[in-house]
């Protein structure tokens, strides 16, 4: 195996901080101490590969895969699309992007979730999928609801899809949500306020693309994802060690 | 005005929310059947060349409790220190596994191989260690620590050298307590908390 380079090193400025107050269960799960910096090496550069044969037909059709094709699930029907880049601008292909929602009311097919909407017996609210040559991916679903959570009296979680990717190594893993241009939750959630700076929570907030919507059908959403990158390009002509 | 690096920046983190195990363990969280095949059902298959051993431990908040709700993937190489994809690794090591706390009791388990050493960039040998990553409500960004093991010889791993307290190396080595069997406990906040990496 080619070394590719170590991982270009994370750029905290863009992710949360551990501890947010008005995000009351990170106050107690959020380490205090700073976080040991080194290079990476070949337990983070490395990681497992994902192939094809893992993934089953309707593994990005959340619509269907519940049923099993049988009775599509209720709700809003939208595809979600995306592109998943590295920090040096590179594709990913073969990523394992894995979703999981609430349904079309706002529930979770959780033991946890006592809201009182309904489940959707079509509905079990989880898909993933790889990533193709060129990095991209794509899902079918049906738009998540908003819904309430105990966290301060009124907050509520705006509409949201959970994303975990899975790129190159194991030191590149990320999970993240994804939300919906245009809902005016975005600006009450504690969540998502985790993100300090505007123009980064920005890059949360898909827009609609109406270029990928099929009429008569459903509306799509874009959600690119950029990944850690590595220190050095790999040249096919520069063996590793340089 | 200079001109612009051509790069771009990582996407924001975010919690993976207590909801996390019907995305990635469906099975666990009482939803089998979601997809025809799990992820990181195992990090070895039958026939692994090596000793099989056990890790078991709790996830605890800052206030002593444990959390029942964690999410943990584990990475490592096989027995002879080589990665999955490496000449010469063992084809019964996929190295990664998914495991999640008991939500009655907060203990994981992972049974595994146990990882050999190996030598990295610039000829320096790290000891053997498995790498995690923790995800739970909560947790804004995932984490990421390792186990080492108090029976192996830990002298001259980078990491562990690079932690100027040394009390604080022992909340990254795992205790023996029989044969094959290990503890290993994290804490994400106060008194011994785990050290996690940023690497």
């Given at each position: 195996m080619r070394d590719l380079g170590p991982l270009i090193p994370r750029n905290h400025s863009v992710h949360p901080a551990a501890y947010a107050e008005d995000y009351k269960t990170s106050v107690t799960r959020?380490?205090?101490?700073?976080?040991?910096?080194?290079?990476?090496?070949?337990?983070?550069?490395?990681g497992p590969v994902f192939g094809?044969?893992?993934?089953?037909?309707?593994?990005?059709?959340?619509?269907?895969?519940?049923?099993?094709?049988?009775?599509?699930a209720v709700g809003e029907r939208i595809l979600v699309h995306g592109h998943v880049l590295d920090e040096n601008c590179r594709p990913v292909p073969n990523a394992l992007v894995e979703i999981w929602q609430a349904n079309a009311g706002g529930r979770y097919r959780h033991v946890k979730d006592t809201y009182f909407a309904p489940l959707d017996p079509n509905f079990g609210g989880c898909g993933r999928?790889?990533?193709?040559?060129?990095?991209?991916?794509?899902?079918?679903?049906?738009?998540?609801?908003?819904?309430?959570?105990p966290n301060r009296a009124n907050d509520w979680r705006p509409m949201h899809i959970?994303?975990?990717?899975?790129?190159?190594?194991?030191?590149?893993?990320?999970v993240t949500q994804?939300?919906?241009?245009?809902?005016?939750?975005?600006?009450?959630?504690?969540?998502?306020?985790?993100?300090?700076?505007?123009?980064?929570?920005?890059?949360?907030?898909?827009?609609?693309?109406?270029?990928?919507?099929?009429?008569l059908d459903y509306l799509a959403y874009k959600f690119d994802i950029v990944l850690r990158g590595r220190r050095q390009t790999m040249f096919e002509n520069k063996l590793e060690g340089m | 005005m200079v001109q612009k690096l051509a790069t771009l920046a990582e996407t924001p983190s975010q919690t993976a929310g207590p909801y996390v195990h019907i995305g990635l363990m469906p099975t666990y969280a009482g939803n089998a059947g979601s997809f025809p095949q799990e992820i990181g059902v195992s990090p070895v298959k039958d026939d692994v060349k090596g000793q099989m051993i056990e890790i078991v431990g709790s996830v605890f908040d800052g206030t002593g409790w444990v959390l029942r709700d964690a999410l943990i993937e584990s990475w490592q190489c096989d027995g002879e220190g080589k990665f999955p994809g490496q000449d010469g690794a063992d084809p019964?090591?996929?190295?990664?596994?998914?495991?999640?706390?008991?939500?009655?009791?907060?203990?994981?388990?992972?049974?595994?191989?146990?990882?050999?050493?190996?030598?990295?960039?610039?000829?320096?040998?790290?000891?053997?260690?498995?790498?995690?990553?923790?995800?739970?409500?909560?947790?804004?960004?995932?984490?990421?620590?390792?186990?080492?093991?108090?029976d192996e010889d830990n002298s001259g791993d980078p990491l562990l050298g690079r932690i100027e307290q040394r009390p604080r190396a022992e909340t990254l080595i795992a205790k023996k307590v029989a044969d094959g069997k290990y503890r290993f406990d994290i804490r994400l906040q106060g008194d011994r908390e785990t050290v996690f990496l940023d690497l």
């Open positions: 959020s380490p205090n101490l700073p976080l040991l910096s080194m290079e990476s090496t070949p337990s983070e550069e490395t094809a044969e893992l993934i089953g037909e309707l593994d990005n059709n959340l619509i269907l895969n519940w049923s099993k094709g049988l009775a599509p999928t790889l990533t193709d040559e060129g990095g991209y991916y794509e899902f079918l679903t049906i738009r998540p609801g908003a819904y309430p959570w959970h994303f975990s990717i899975f790129g190159h190594s194991f030191g590149q893993r990320l994804m939300y919906f241009e245009g809902d005016p939750l975005i600006a009450h959630c504690p969540i998502a306020a985790t993100v300090k700076e505007r123009s980064h929570l920005d890059r949360l907030v898909a827009p609609l693309d109406l270029s990928k919507s099929r009429p | 019964n090591v996929s190295g990664h596994c998914r495991f999640a706390v008991d939500e009655a009791t907060g203990e994981f388990r992972l049974k595994t191989v146990k990882p050999g050493s190996y030598v990295g960039r610039g000829g320096v040998r790290s000891a053997p260690h498995i790498s995690l990553w923790i995800v739970a409500r909560g947790i804004n960004t995932g984490l990421n620590t390792r186990i080492y093991f108090e």
